[in-house]
């Protein structure tokens, strides 16, 4: 049971690159989402998705895309990579839970810089 | 989204407890008080939750006040594997949007 696996770890991409973030569970969780920490500061949420074709947007949605072809797998997509996506970006699921309130699992985080 | 309040950071021995508060008093009925901790170069990882009843488990205990408008996770003997960022992030049912505040510092000293 490896949990939420996130690949690269590391990336260095110039500006106007573009590149996918994989992220895969292997929980048979409903939600997956995908957060971007910035130096100093607590996570934020990029997108989101509860279930296989399902995805929305959170609190920082712009220049990001996602899809959820598959319950295990929700890479992020950069579209053309700014210097201001430089950040960490961290992979998370969770078990829908019906009623219960569940917790989310992280990945390892792949730090990403753009150039 | 309801907030929270943590102070920027506090310090401890090893061995001793551990007392992070967390201030919530804009809190609904339905949130349910999370609290998760970051270890340097690492991602965010679950350590309790709670609703309404003080709660255990394996690496502390949740204390909820009467009144919900505070908590306090409890780290019972602090080791240096313990020094993180703690965050008290406030959720409700179906998928949760954590807010990640700034969170608290926790310095563990040998």
């Known amino acids: 049971n490896a949990g939420v696996t996130q690949t690269p770890k590391f990336q260095v991409l110039k500006t106007g690159q573009s590149m996918t973030l994989q992220c895969a569970q292997d929980?048979?969780?409903?939600?997956m989402s995908w957060y971007r920490q910035d130096p100093g500061m607590g996570l934020r949420l990029i997108h989101y998705?509860?279930?296989?074709?399902?995805?929305d947007q959170g609190e920082v949605p712009n220049g990001y895309n996602v899809s959820r072809s598959t319950t295990e797998d929700f890479p992020l997509r950069l579209l053309s990579a700014a210097p201001s996506q430089t950040s960490v970006y961290f992979c998370?699921?969770?078990?829908?839970?019906?009623?219960?309130?569940?917790?989310?699992?992280f990945g390892q985080g792949t730090r990403l810089t753009v150039v | 989204d309801a907030k929270t309040t943590q102070p920027n950071s506090m310090e401890s021995n090893e061995e001793e407890p551990v007392h992070l508060p967390c201030n919530h008093s804009?809190?609904?009925?339905?949130?349910?008080i999370h609290w998760y901790r970051q270890l340097p170069s690492q991602g965010p990882e679950y350590v309790i939750h709670?609703?309404?009843s003080n709660v255990n488990n394996r690496m502390a205990s949740l204390a909820i006040a009467e009144d919900r408008k505070s908590s306090t996770l409890i780290l019972h003997r602090a080791t240096l594997r313990d020094a993180a960022v703690y965050y008290c992030?406030?959720?409700?049912?179906?998928?949760?949007?954590?807010?990640f505040g700034t969170g608290t510092r926790l310095l563990v000293s040998p």
């Open positions: 709670g609703l309404t």
């Open positions: 992030i406030l959720t409700g049912t179906g998928f949760q949007k954590l807010v």
């Open positions: 804009t809190i609904s009925g339905t949130d349910y």
């Open positions: 998705s509860v279930g296989a074709g399902i995805t």
């Open positions: 998370a699921s969770s078990y829908s839970g019906g009623r219960r309130n569940t917790e989310a699992f």
């Open positions: 929980m048979n969780h409903e939600y």
